[in-house]
């Protein structure tokens, strides 16, 4: 396994890797972009939140192994969002979720699927999951697109954070 803050995959173009605290710099003005949080249950967030959810994705590694991961682009080395499996409470239980948030700059170029497809194969694959969950909001048709390119197949309706949201789910093919 690795070190904690050794954690780097490379795709063609990008570097995903673990967080570390002087991230906040460069992902709080994209956590803090109206775009990109739309769809979000926590709305846009400040820089003080945006160390907040670092310092969770750092606590997430430390736990369980595995978090949300920094995404930089490898053409101008820039962090342009974020993208990896959380745990999060669906339905009452633990289930082991995919998310990601990128830069508006950087969407329409199949960057998320590209960082989201390496975290699932890397899940399903290294971790062993059985399967990996996606839930969305269905007005976020960017990232139900995402969440079908990647094999996810629509599961059930649930609440989410007091959100109506799709859960998604895609299984290991042991």
Not at 21 to 27: A, G, Y
Request: a neutral charge; glycine letters at 8%; aromatic letters at 10%.
């Amino acid at each position: 396994m690795f070190e904690l803050g050794e954690m780097e995959i490379e795709t063609q173009r990008l570097i995903l890797r673990e967080f570390k605290l002087e991230d906040v710099q460069q992902l709080a003005p994209i956590l803090a972009n109206p775009r990109v949080m739309k769809f979000s249950p926590t709305g846009i967030l400040s820089v003080l939140e945006t160390q907040a959810k670092i310092q969770g994705f750092i606590a997430s590694y430390k736990k369980y192994g595995f978090g949300k991961w920094a995404i930089t682009f490898k053409e101008s080395n820039q962090l342009i969002g974020y993208c990896g499996i959380a745990i999060e409470q669906i339905d009452n239980k633990d289930e082991r979720e995919i998310g990601y948030r990128l830069d508006p700059k950087f969407w329409g170029q199949g960057l998320a699927t590209e960082a989201a497809s390496t975290a699932i194969r890397y899940g399903l694959e290294q971790l062993k999951f059985p399967y990996i969950l996606g839930i969305v909001e269905r007005e976020n048709k960017a990232s139900v697109r995402v969440l079908e390119k990647l094999g996810m197949r629509h599961q059930r309706e649930t609440i989410f954070l007091g959100v109506e949201m799709d859960v998604y789910s895609v299984e290991s093919s042991r």
